[in-house]
């Protein structure tokens, strides 16, 4: 999926041209990385989209892991992606594959 581009600011990234037009590009990690960090309610538009991974990653017990997976889940289906495998065990590096 191709979108506006994004610095870790948050700030929309403009063309390499200089033309003050926004840098379009393949966008579905950048898509993934905001899900998983916005709360439910950061998107007016769709207020039970997104997963707070920092309420999850806070608590050590292996519920809370299994919760986070069924969450990012279904988020991620929200967003019409199709997720083939999710791995959550190691919260520092969580694997996610799959497309829109």
Do not use: C, W
Not at 71 to 79: F, M, R
Request: no cysteine; charged share 25%; net charge negative.
């Amino acid at each position: 999926m191709k979108d506006f581009i994004m610095d870790d600011d948050l700030l929309i990234v403009t063309d390499a041209l200089g033309n003050g037009d926004f840098a379009i590009n393949v966008a579905d990690q950048q898509n993934i990385e905001h899900l998983l960090l916005s709360q439910k309610g950061s998107y007016k538009e769709f207020p039970i989209l997104g997963v707070g991974i920092e309420k999850y990653i806070n608590s050590p017990d292996a519920t809370s892991r299994l919760r986070l997976e069924n969450e990012i889940d279904k988020q991620l289906s929200y967003d019409n992606f199709y997720v083939k495998t999710l791995d959550v065990n190691d919260l520092q590096n969580i694997k996610i594959d799959g497309n829109y």
